[in-house]
């Protein structure tokens, strides 16, 4: 690898370069602070302005360094720092590289990470040549291993209860493509996504949220109009409040069943015959033609 440090790079719709002090305010406003932006992430929300300058003067000091690479994500529309994108050598031997990003909740499922993700890769494996390159996510970050598979990551294994974000102990997919099978695209969807949860107090109706159906659609992999996802979520309600009820029945002592209704077979044995007589089963074909079935075309 040849170690360039934190070139500027430029996309449709980004810049990607140096973070500088002038970033600090507007960084803190629109992700440090966030915890929703920092739940799937190690490091805690800054709690003021100031902490969010103390890391850009540590990130500018190690600008110094050219196998530094820590990228601010700025949107060319407004002229502003909306995230952040960087890179570190996690196998020098093999040439191996993972990288990092965050951006600003305001900023989600618009593409924006996979622009700058697919930026990344590309200089990462033309410029500095990088062999491999990896990243990882909390497996209940969905959108995240999505942006990941848009730029052509692939998908190599989960561990289980292997690291701890501020989410909590938790299994982490990784991510992995080598060069020779890079082809790295911009795509427009991504990022993070809270697997989540219906709750409901004893004795109400279950109420399916949006968050739900489109969760539902994602593991499904179903796009829905406003139309289905309304029904599904009246469908799934009561078939949830169905199993509540049932779930209310006393089966104490009541002996566990494979069905609900006694079942048999009801197929016949086969019985090996000589035939019935071309006629008889020719009888049964909508049209005969030279002592066949003669039947529609279906191929040229």
């Given at each position: 690898?040849k170690?360039?440090?934190?070139?500027?790079?430029?996309t449709?719709?980004?810049?990607?370069?140096?973070?500088?002090?002038?970033d600090?305010?507007?960084?803190?406003?629109?992700?440090?602070s966030?915890?929703e932006?920092?739940?799937?992430?190690?490091?805690?929300?800054?709690?003021?302005?100031?902490?969010?300058?103390?890391?850009?003067?540590?990130?500018?000091?190690?600008?110094?360094?050219p196998?530094?690479?820590?990228?601010?994500?700025?949107?060319?529309?407004?002229g502003?720092?909306?995230?952040?994108?960087?890179?570190?050598v996690?196998?020098?031997?093999?040439?191996?590289m993972?990288?990092?990003?965050?951006?600003?909740?305001?900023y989600?499922?618009?593409?924006i990470?996979s622009?700058?993700?697919?930026?990344?890769?590309?200089?990462?494996?033309?410029?500095?040549?990088?062999?491999?390159?990896?990243?990882?996510?909390?497996?209940?970050?969905?959108y995240s291993?999505?942006?990941m598979?848009?730029?052509?990551l692939?998908?190599?294994?989960?561990?289980?209860?292997?690291?701890?974000?501020?989410?909590?102990?938790?299994?982490?997919?990784?991510?992995?493509?080598?060069?020779?099978?890079?082809?790295?695209?911009?795509?427009d969807?991504?990022?993070?996504?809270?697997?989540?949860?219906?709750?409901?107090?004893?004795?109400?109706?279950?109420?399916?949220?949006?968050?739900?159906?489109?969760?539902?659609?994602?593991?499904?992999?179903l796009?829905?109009?406003?139309?289905?996802?309304?029904?599904?979520?009246?469908?799934?309600?009561?078939m949830?409040?169905?199993?509540d009820?049932?779930?209310?029945?006393?089966?104490?002592?009541?002996?566990?069943?494979?069905?609900?209704?006694?079942?048999?077979?009801?197929?016949r044995?086969?019985?090996v015959?000589?035939?019935?007589?071309s006629?008889?089963?020719?009888?049964?074909?909508?049209?005969?033609?030279?002592?066949?079935?003669?039947?529609?075309?279906?191929?040229?």
């Amino acid at each position: 690898m040849k170690h360039l440090g934190t070139k500027t790079i430029e996309t449709k719709r980004l810049i990607l370069r140096k973070f500088t002090l002038n970033d600090a305010e507007v960084m803190y406003q629109n992700w440090a602070s966030e915890p929703e932006v920092t739940k799937y992430l190690t490091w805690q929300p800054h709690e003021s302005v100031e902490v969010t300058k103390a890391v850009i003067k540590g990130w500018m000091e190690d600008y110094r360094e050219p196998e530094h690479y820590v990228w601010c994500i700025e949107l060319k529309e407004i002229g502003e720092a909306i995230g952040s994108i960087g890179a570190g050598v996690s196998n020098a031997k093999v040439g191996a590289m993972e990288i990092g990003y965050c951006i600003s909740e305001a900023y989600w499922h618009q593409g924006i990470t996979s622009e700058a993700l697919a930026a990344v890769m590309d200089f990462l494996i033309k410029e500095v040549g990088v062999r491999r390159i990896e990243a990882k996510h909390d497996t209940r970050n969905l959108y995240s291993g999505k942006a990941m598979e848009k730029c052509g990551l692939k998908y190599e294994g989960t561990k289980i209860q292997a690291e701890c974000y501020n989410s909590g102990i938790c299994d982490v997919a990784f991510y992995g493509l080598v060069m020779e099978d890079a082809v790295v695209e911009e795509e427009d969807e991504e990022e993070v996504y809270v697997a989540p949860v219906i709750e409901k107090k004893a004795g109400e109706k279950n109420v399916i949220s949006d968050e739900t159906i489109e969760y539902v659609g994602i593991l499904a992999k179903l796009e829905l109009s406003d139309e289905e996802k309304e029904n599904a979520k009246k469908d799934m309600g009561e078939m949830l409040d169905y199993i509540d009820k049932l779930n209310e029945l006393d089966t104490t002592g009541v002996e566990p069943m494979s069905h609900v209704f006694p079942v048999h077979n009801v197929f016949r044995e086969d019985v090996v015959t000589n035939g019935d007589g071309s006629k008889e089963t020719l009888a049964n074909a909508p049209e005969m033609k030279d002592g066949g079935f003669k039947v529609p075309k279906t191929i040229g």
